[in-house]
């Protein structure tokens, strides 16, 4: 990508749209643990990801797999 393509794609706080997804319980409440304990945000960790995808046009990257 190019450096203008890439960085539409950073986290911003330009948001204009909610995303709602389930998964259970026990997930929803580890993830937030682990979250907090490096003192980030599931909703910012999940945006991080998205869009390290999108610049990579990958859904398998290192830092996560």
């Known amino acids: 990508l190019a450096n203008a393509d890439a960085s539409k794609y950073k986290v911003s706080s330009d948001l204009d749209v909610t995303l709602n997804l389930r ?4 997930l929803r409440q580890d993830f937030e643990k682990l979250c907090k304990k490096n003192h980030s945000s599931m909703s910012r960790e999940l945006k991080l990801y998205i869009s390290a995808c999108l610049e990579r046009k990958t859904l398998k990257l290192d830092k996560y797999y």
């Open 23 to 26: 998964v259970s319980k026990e």
